[in-house]
């Protein structure tokens, strides 16, 4: 089992900045990637970054693409999101995910994003 908790939402200004940070424990040596996805009020959750662990490969949303940064500390178990310039319209709830090399799926409970315009 792993376990993931977010941590580093909160109220921003549009053009500001977060960094949201997502804390795993368990059996995270099985590791294969971790990812960031998110949910707007009344939308699907949707891919916004992710970040395979062995080669650093990182992938983004079109939306996102220049202005999110996604990084994992293999030591920590940790993975990070660093959003700038942000927008009202990356208003959302955020979740941390990882994927096994077995194929298995966790999430984290999520953390509150909120843009003002």
């Known amino acids: 089992q792993v376990q993931l908790v977010e941590s580093g939402g909160g109220l921003v200004q549009a053009g500001g900045s977060l960094r949201l940070s997502c804390a795993a424990s368990?059996?995270?040596?099985?590791?294969?990637?971790m990812g960031w996805f998110r949910q707007a009020p009344g939308k699907a959750r949707e891919f916004v970054a992710r970040i395979t662990r062995t080669s650093g490969r990182t992938s983004y949303a079109d939306s996102v693409k220049g202005r999110f940064t996604i990084s994992m500390d293999n030591a920590k178990n940790s993975l990070y999101l660093q959003m700038n310039s942000l927008k009202p319209e990356d208003t959302a709830v955020y979740y941390c995910?990882?994927?096994?090399?077995?194929?298995?799926?966790?999430w984290g409970q999520g953390t509150q994003v909120t843009v003002s315009s």
């Open positions: 368990g059996r995270t040596l099985s590791t294969y990637s």
């Open positions: 995910t990882l994927f096994s090399t077995g194929s298995e799926n966790y």
